[in-house]
């Protein structure tokens, strides 16, 4: 469209507003994650950084943290150990605080 059409046609204008901020607002954005669990070992702190919706990058954080935790302590199954973590935190067992940053 030439800006003599909008020249004669203002309402163009502010119907075409609408959909330029919608996509706008789909627009990816940048998400850092940070994750601190404390267990009997110790506090781990985890961090993860991502695009888009923050609920992955906190799971990833959460992992980061639970695998610092599990090498700290050594244990002879780290995915075991991390899966056990992970099922932990949400059901309390563990302390757990995240935080993000979008």
């Known amino acids: 469209m030439t800006r003599k059409a909008f020249e004669t ?16 607002a789909g627009c990816k954005r940048g998400v850092e994650c940070t994750t601190e669990i404390t267990a009997g070992a110790g506090t781990f702190k985890g961090t993860a950084r991502g695009e888009g919706e923050k609920g992955p990058v906190m799971k990833a954080a959460l992992r980061d943290a639970c695998q610092k935790m599990c ?9 075991a150990c ?11 067992k563990i302390g757990a605080r995240s935080s993000c940053n979008d």
């Open 82 to 92: 991390i899966t056990r973590c992970t099922v932990d935190v949400g059901a309390t």
């Open 9 to 24: 046609h203002p309402r163009l204008v502010l119907l075409a507003l609408p959909l330029v901020l919608s996509l706008l």
């Open 71 to 79: 090498v700290d302590t050594k244990s002879p199954m780290i995915d």
